[in-house]
């Protein structure tokens, strides 16, 4: 039977977790600690998988089918939910990255006329090596480059 939000708000935590069954995959764990969170078990390859979808009361019931909906889409294509989120974060960082670069640059280009040929080195290698590098560090680890 699926779950509702009456129930989800009166579940109370016990000395282990608990885990209530909506549809699908999709079940609520309570944590003895009080907090809920939405959970969508699956299948790839034979090999069962676990997507943390969020926090209950900030994912509401409907949200977290929607995105059990949309993990299922992913699955049905091949691809993990999870990996998938962390291509998406990591292109939005990198495509923030980017935005951030183009305003440095076109901040130092103000600049460039009111400062000295030595500060202007010092502000441009600094941004190199210390601001733009960093965005690198900021790739999954199945993207970064092993030296």
Do not use: C
Not at 5 to 18: L, V, Y
Not at 19 to 39: Q, V
């Amino acid at each position: 039977m699926p779950l509702t939000d009456i129930k989800i708000r009166q579940a109370k935590p016990a000395d282990k977790p608990i885990k209530l069954a909506d549809t699908a995959g999709l079940y609520l764990e309570i944590k003895p600690t009080g907090s809920k969170l939405w959970r969508y078990r699956y299948r790839i390859d034979g090999r069962e998988n676990l997507f943390a979808i969020g926090e209950y009361p900030q994912v509401s019931l409907a949200d977290a089918r929607k995105a059990r909906d949309d993990a299922r889409e992913l699955i049905r294509q091949g691809r993990h939910p999870a990996h998938a989120r962390q291509t998406e974060r990591t292109r939005q960082i990198n495509a923030n990255a980017l935005t951030f670069k183009a305003v440095a640059e076109e901040w130092i280009e103000k600049k460039r006329s009111r400062w000295a040929p030595y500060y202007l080195m010092q502000v441009e290698r600094g941004m190199k090596k210390d601001i733009y590098r960093s965005r690198l560090a900021l790739r999954p680890w199945y993207e970064r480059s092993r030296r």
